[in-house]
């Protein structure tokens, strides 16, 4: 089934650019959009389940507007969309409720990423914002979220996506966005420099067998 999306960026530049990333996810059906909180709140999207909310806002903020498109949207998952990064504004973000924190010069795979993260009913926070969201990190190297690590072990071991696919119940255009994501947070752009990458940084164990 299709996901209802919901943006809410008072840009209409950055909000245009935005639905031209997340249009093109497998799981994303029909696209709303609105420049404000009460803009937001008055379209009535009571089964929206996705929510990209921007923190700065005329007239209410985003933060401060958090709970009113909770209460606008009660089965969404709201993941809040700032120019800053800063620790204290994605520390705040978790504080009010929020299911996530997507940066704005994320790149459009991190999008597709937080989409679906978000969706699965993950968080997905910046890496090294809290002890409660679910990433591991190889020192100085990427940051996986815990699917996406379910996916590299798998794609490690040789696994088709379509074999990924029904080992962990997604579909394979899900397990494409994870794969293009890994890709990225590795530096690489293969499945065999993937499993290098992934045993150098500890984050596979040596597979007893290579990839075909």
């Known amino acids: 089934m299709s996901a209802r999306l919901l943006l809410v960026d008072d840009h209409n530049l950055f ?8 249009q093109d996810h497998p799981s994303v059906g029909s696209i709303a959009e609105a420049g404000s909180v ?7 999207m009571a089964d929206a ?18 709970r ?3 209460q606008a949207c ?31 010069s994320a790149s459009g795979e991190d999008i597709l ?21 679910t990433q ?25 996506n379509k074999v990924i696919a ?8 899900t397990v494409r966005v994870h794969v293009a994501a890994i890709f990225g947070q590795l530096g690489v752009n293969s499945r065999s420099a993937a499993l290098l990458a992934a045993q150098r940084m500890g984050l596979v164990a040596a597979p007893s067998h290579d990839l075909a």
């Open 136 to 160: 591991a990190r190889a020192p100085g190297a990427a940051t996986l979220t815990a699917r996406q690590l379910d996916v590299l072990r798998l794609l490690c071991a040789g696994k088709p």
């Open 74 to 104: 009660p089965k969404a998952r709201i993941v809040l969309v700032s120019a800053s990064v800063a620790p204290d504004a994605v520390n705040e973000a978790r504080a009010r409720g929020a299911d996530g924190f997507l940066p704005k």
């Open 49 to 66: 389940d996705l929510v990209l909310l921007d923190i700065q806002l005329p007239g209410m903020s985003g933060l401060d507007g958090l």
């Open 38 to 44: 009460a803009e937001a709140c008055a379209l009535q």
């Open 15 to 22: 909000r245009t650019g935005l639905r031209l990333i997340v």
């Open 166 to 173: 029904r080992n962990l119940g997604l579909s394979e255009n």
């Open 68 to 70: 009113l498109i909770r």
């Open 113 to 133: 990423e937080a989409i679906t993260c978000a969706l699965s009913g993950l968080p997905c926070f910046p890496a090294g914002s809290g002890a409660a969201q």
